[in-house]
């Protein structure tokens, strides 16, 4: 039989790590201003209410506080399938040409990649994390 204080701690230990979903699944979020809602830390955090209401409570309000119940201002959350994660391929310059891009893209997507002109551009970027504005730009201007 389940004991009273098992029960409790269960539910203490619970309550407490479900405080604040978004915190806790994305801490780099905190300080975000307004935004749109991220629907999947809102269901985490009305689980939490449905199930122990006082620390769903505290979940929203965590979150809320936070900034973290909110997507990032670029309107989508990291590592979506629009937007995988990026990964930092170097290729030393004078390696660079369209025969190494093709080998070293190839290799990481396990297929076969043939660069052919007028079907790529090329645009150098200061940072990999300007790529996806980078991306959505370039999907912007008309063809």
Same mark, same amino acid.
């Given at each position: ?31 975000? #201003?307004l935004g749109r809602l991220d629907w999947t830390v809102v269901a985490l955090d009305t689980i939490g209410l449905c199930f122990f209401f006082v ?16 997507? #990032? ?27 190494? =891009?093709? $080998? ?6 396990? $297929?076969? =990649?043939?660069?052919?002109?007028? $079907? ?16 959505? $730009?370039?999907?912007?201007?008309? =063809?």
């Open positions: 039989m389940i004991s009273r204080r098992s029960v409790l701690v269960l539910t203490s230990s619970l309550g407490i790590h479900l405080s604040g979903c978004g915190l806790l699944l994305y801490p780099e979020r905190r300080g975000q #201003p620390p769903g409570l505290i979940a929203f309000a965590v979150d809320f506080a936070t900034g973290t119940i909110f997507l #990032p201002e670029s309107g989508v959350a990291t590592n979506t399938p629009e937007h995988p994660a990026l990964i930092r391929r170097s290729i030393p310059t004078d390696r660079l040409s369209l025969q190494t =891009i093709e $080998q070293v893209v190839s290799a990481h997507t396990q $297929q076969p =990649i043939r660069l052919e002109d007028g $079907q790529y551009e090329m645009h150098t970027l200061e940072d990999i994390t300007d790529f996806w504005s980078k991306h959505d $730009q370039l999907m912007r201007e008309p =063809i």
